[in-house]
C-alpha cells in the first residue's frame, strides 16, 4: 500500500505551526508496511483541498489527512472528503452524545454539532482527547482517513484505533523494534551498520536522527507476529555486538527512566551541582516519578564565588586550570555529593555560547564530573556542537549517559 500524508490548515502554509504530523505519520505507516511517498501541506480552501486529494489520490492508494475537522467554518475536510466521494453528511448521535458528555455542565455554543456531523457510510476513530472523530472513508480501491490535526489528540488515535484498522488491510503482520542510541551521531552509526543496512531485505533498518540520540529502527514482516519477531532478533543482536554501551535501551524506554531504576535498585543517592546546564540536569531527574527517593539535593553554582563557598572548590584550582575544566568538574561532583550526604554527586560546567569560547576552550567544551563512594570521581570531556540550548541538552544527556554506564560497572 502507497499512502500520502496531507496536512491541512493555513497555519502550516504561514509558518504558524510546524507539521509535526507528517513526521509522526511517516514513522507510524512505515511500521505497517505501508510506503509513503509524499508529503502535501493545503490551506482552508475547498477547491484546493478537493485538487489535493485528486492529486493525491492519482498517485496513492490511501491518503491520511490532518486538521479541519473542528466545528468552526474553516474546519472543511469532512465536507470536501464527502463531496469527493459522492457522500452526504449525517450526524453520528454516538459521536454528538459522547460530546455533549465531555462537556456536561457547560453550554455548548451553537456549531458544537459540526463536530459529530461525519460523511456518510464512514468508519469513526473515536476522539479520547477531543471532540472530533476520526473518519475512515473506503471506494473504488481508495482509503482516506481523517484525523484531527492537534498532535495530543491525533497521536493517541492513531495509535490506538487507526493502527488495528490498517492491520486488517492486510494479512501480514509487521513488526518494529527501535533501538536507542546515543553518545555518536547518525553519521557514525551509518557508517558503524552500512553493510546491514546496505544489504537490508526483511528486516529493514532505518535511523532516525534526534537532537540527543539516535533511533534505529528494525521492522519486518511476516505471516504472524512471532516469526517477525524472529526475523529481527538476529540482525538486532549483530547491531547490539557493533554499537555495545551505546544502545541504552529499546521502544519507549527513557534515559533518564532507566538512570533511576539504576540508582534506586543500587541504594544510591544522588547531588547535583551544575553550572552550564543551570538546572537542566536537575529537571530531568524531577521530570521522572519516584526521583524523590534518590535525588537528595540540587545547586546551580554559575559562578565562580558559589563554587568555592557552596561547594569547597578551591580558588587555586579555579585560578590554575579555569572553571571549564575536568579538575574543576572533578572537585564539583565530589564537594557536592560531600555536602548533601549523598552516595553519587554529579556535576557539568562548560562553555553553551554563543559567547566566552576560547582557542583553548571553545563553545561547546563541557565537562561531566562523577562522583561515586567507593570508586572515586571521574571525569569525561564533551566537545558538543549547536546553539546554546542545544548544547546544555546535550550535556544533559551525556551526563545521564556517563552515569549510566558507571553505575553498569
Request: proline content about 4%; glycine content about 10%; aromatic content about 4%.
Amino acid at each position: 500500500m502507497i499512502a500520502e500524508v496531507l496536512g491541512i490548515g493555513t497555519e502550516l502554509l504561514l509558518g504558524d505551526i510546524a507539521n509535526t504530523n507528517a513526521q509522526f505519520l511517516s514513522r507510524e505507516l512505515a511500521a505497517l508496511g505501508i510506503s509513503v511517498y509524499g508529503h502535501t501541506a493545503v490551506g482552508d480552501n475547498p477547491a484546493r483541498l478537493r485538487a489535493a486529494l485528486e492529486h493525491a489520490f492519482s498517485k496513492a492508494d490511501m491518503v491520511v489527512a490532518c486538521g479541519g475537522l473542528g466545528p468552526t467554518l474553516d474546519d472543511i475536510t469532512k465536507e470536501v472528503s464527502a463531496a469527493y466521494f459522492g457522500r452526504k453528511m449525517e450526524l453520528c448521535e454516538d459521536s454528538w452524545r459522547a460530546i455533549q458528555k465531555r462537556f456536561a455542565g457547560r453550554k455548548l455554543s451553537e456549531n458544537a454539532k459540526r463536530n459529530a456531523m461525519v460523511p456518510e457510510g464512514s468508519s469513526l476513530l473515536p476522539n479520547n482527547h477531543g471532540s472530533a472523530p476520526g473518519v475512515c472513508l473506503e471506494q473504488d480501491g481508495k482509503l482516506l482517513i481523517l484525523l484531527p490535526g492537534p498532535p495530543h489528540e491525533l497521536e493517541p488515535m492513531f495509535t490506538k484505533y487507526a493502527v488495528p484498522f490498517l492491520r486488517k488491510k492486510t494479512n501480514l503482520a509487521f513488526v518494529s523494534r527501535t533501538l536507542k542510541i546515543v553518545g555518536i551521531g547518525e553519521s557514525q552509526v551509518e557508517t558503524l551498520l552500512s553493510d546491514l543496512i546496505e544489504a537490508q531485505t526483511n528486516p529493514t533498518i532505518a535511523p532516525y536522527a534526534k537532537l540527543t540520540e539516535v533511533s534505529l529502527r528494525i521492522t519486518a514482516s511476516a505471516q504472524d507476529t512471532a516469526s517477525a519477531e524472529r526475523l529481527i532478533d538476529p540482525v538486532a543482536e549483530e547491531i547490539y555486538s557493533r554499537l555495545g554501551q551505546h544502545i541504552y535501551g529499546e521502544d519507549n524506554a527513557r534515559m533518564a527512566d532507566i538512570v533511576l531504576k539504576q540508582l534506586v535498585d543500587q541504594g544510591h543517592t544522588i547531588a547535583i551541582a551544575e553550572s552550564c546546564t543551570g538546572g537542566l540536569l536537575t529537571s530531568g531527574f524531577v521530570d521522572m516519578a519516584g526521583s524523590s527517593r534518590v535525588l537528595s539535593e540540587s545547586v546551580v553554582t554559575y559562578s565562580n564565588a558559589s563554587k568555592t563557598v557552596r561547594l569547597g572548590v578551591s580558588e587555586e584550582l579555579l585560578a590554575r586550570h579555569g572553571a571549564v575544566s575536568a579538575q574543576v568538574a572533578a572537585a564539583m561532583a565530589e564537594g557536592v555529593a560531600h555536602t548533601a550526604g549523598s552516595s553519587i554527586g554529579i556535576s557539568t560546567t562548560g562553555v553553551a555560547g554563543p559567547d566566552g569560547g576560547t582557542v583553548d576552550k571553545p563553545v561547546g567544551l563541557v565537562y561531566i564530573g562523577l562522583y561515586i563512594a567507593g570508586k572515586g570521581v571521574e571525569t569525561e570531556e564533551l566537545r558538543l556542537i549547536g546553539d546554546r540550548n542545544e548544547i546544555r541538552a546535550r550535556a544533559v544527556v551525556g551526563a545521564m549517559d556517563m552515569l549510566r554506564v558507571s553505575l553498569k560497572q
